[in-house]
C-alpha cells in the first residue's frame, strides 16, 4: 500500500464549478500535511498547509480527519487557471521524521 | 524568492555513461533534497542532505550517490547510467525546521 493515495483523475469540471480532492495516508503517526500545485512541465510548489481545524484560502479549503487519516481539498467557483495537478504531501511522523511523503497527485482540468 | 536552479532541463545519455544532475540555491538553505518524478508513481526521495557533507539515503538510493561540498550546491551522480534511470529528476531545498520545501525546474533525463 502507498504511504499517501490520490485519485491520479483527471478531473475534468467546468468553469464556475466546486470540487473536492481526496488523500488517504497510511502513517498515523504523521505529524503535518500540505497541499502542493504542479503546472504542466513545471515545479511543484506549496498551495497550502492544512490544519487539525480546517483552513481556508480565498476559493480553497482544506481539512484533515486524522481518525480516518484521510485530507481534502476543496476548490470553489473554479477558474480555467485552476488547472494542474493536486499534490497530497504528508510529513514524517516516527521513523519518518521530517521527511515530506508525496501523493502521485490528481490532476485537475477544468474547462471554458 | 527564493531560487533553486538545476544545471540542464534536457539530457540524453547513453547506457553505462557517468551523469552528474547540478542544484544550486541561493537562499542559505541547510537542507537540500533529490527526488525522481514518474507517472503513476509520484516524487520519490533518493537522497537529502541536512548540511555540508552530510548525506541520508532516501527512499530509492540504490544506483545513486550524491555530493555536497557546499551549502548551496547539491549534485546527484547516476555512475553508471541506466534505462530504468530514464525520469524527471527534481531538486528542492528548505529552511531548517520549516517544511516548505522549493523545487528547481527538473532535469528530464532520458538514458538510451
Known amino acids: 500500500r502507498k504511504e499517501v493515495e490520490q485519485d491520479p483523475g483527471p478531473f475534468n469540471v467546468p468553469e464556475g464549478a466546486t470540487v473536492a480532492f481526496n488523500c488517504t495516508y497510511s502513517?498515523?503517526?504523521?505529524?503535518?500535511f500540505f497541499w502542493y500545485r504542479q503546472d504542466c512541465r513545471k515545479e511543484p510548489k506549496l498551495l497550502m498547509s492544512?490544519?487539525?481545524s480546517g483552513n481556508e484560502d480565498g476559493r480553497f479549503t482544506a481539512q484533515l480527519n486524522r481518525a480516518s487519516q484521510y485530507i481534502s481539498l476543496l476548490i470553489r467557483d473554479s477558474k480555467l487557471s485552476d488547472s494542474a495537478t493536486y499534490l497530497c504531501?504528508?510529513?514524517?511522523?516516527?521513523?519518518?521524521?521530517?521527511?515530506?511523503?508525496f501523493g502521485g497527485g490528481t490532476r485537475l482540468m477544468v474547462k471554458p | 524568492d527564493v531560487k533553486v536552479t538545476q544545471s540542464s532541463r534536457y539530457l540524453v545519455k547513453r547506457t553505462g555513461e557517468k551523469v552528474f544532475l547540478e542544484c544550486v540555491q541561493d537562499?542559505?538553505?541547510?537542507?537540500m533534497f533529490w527526488y525522481r518524478q514518474d507517472p503513476g508513481l509520484g516524487l520519490r526521495l533518493i537522497y537529502f542532505?541536512?548540511?555540508?557533507?552530510?548525506?541520508e539515503k532516501g527512499d530509492i538510493p540504490e544506483g545513486y550517490s550524491v555530493s555536497r561540498e557546499k551549502k548551496e550546491r547539491f549534485s546527484l551522480i547516476l555512475e553508471s547510467a541506466s534505462t530504468n534511470q530514464t525520469s524527471m529528476y527534481l531538486c528542492?531545498?528548505?529552511?531548517?525546521?520549516?517544511?516548505?520545501?522549493?523545487f528547481g525546474p527538473g532535469t528530464r533525463l532520458t538514458v538510451t
Open positions: 528542492a531545498s528548505r529552511l531548517a525546521g520549516t517544511y516548505e520545501q522549493y
Open positions: 502513517n498515523s503517526a504523521s505529524q503535518s
Open positions: 492544512v490544519y487539525s
Open positions: 504531501v504528508v510529513k514524517g511522523g516516527g521513523n519518518a521524521g521530517n521527511m515530506l511523503t
Open positions: 537562499m542559505d538553505h541547510e537542507n
Open positions: 542532505s541536512y548540511d555540508v557533507k552530510m548525506k
